[in-house]
């Protein structure tokens, strides 16, 4: 990529997603599927994460994070028999991530011996 040296070019920005899944009903299985729920009311306490990226602005990052934070809550689970249709994830936080560019030292040459440095 060819880059200008503006600092649009130095950074970079990627969106993330934090949800959290129902818990699962222990005591549901293949076959009592249509009488017991496959999952509780309450929430696992894991936080998942989705990141997507890199983008080259905040903008396009913030545009994927909405995107899936919308999505999220519309995979669902039940809709037949007696259970319920009901949203298996909930998005907790939604945000977008800045990393800058900057070049670093990675390996070293040394001029006597001609020999990199190995890292």
Request: aromatic share 10%; no cysteine.
């Amino acid at each position: 990529m060819a880059t200008n040296g503006s600092l649009s070019d130095m950074e970079q920005w990627r969106s993330v997603v934090e949800y959290r899944t129902r818990k699962s009903n222990p005591e549901s299985t293949f076959q009592n599927r249509f009488d017991v729920p496959a999952y509780l009311e309450e929430w696992d306490e894991e936080i998942h994460i989705d990141t997507r990226g890199p983008y080259q602005s905040a903008g396009n990052a913030r545009s994927q994070a909405s995107r899936d934070a919308a999505s999220r809550p519309k995979q669902v689970h039940g809709g037949w028999g007696p259970n319920p249709r009901m949203s298996t994830a909930r998005v907790v936080r939604v945000y977008v991530e800045r990393a800058a560019l900057a070049w670093e030292p990675f390996d070293e040459r040394d001029p006597e011996t001609k020999k990199w440095g190995g890292r």
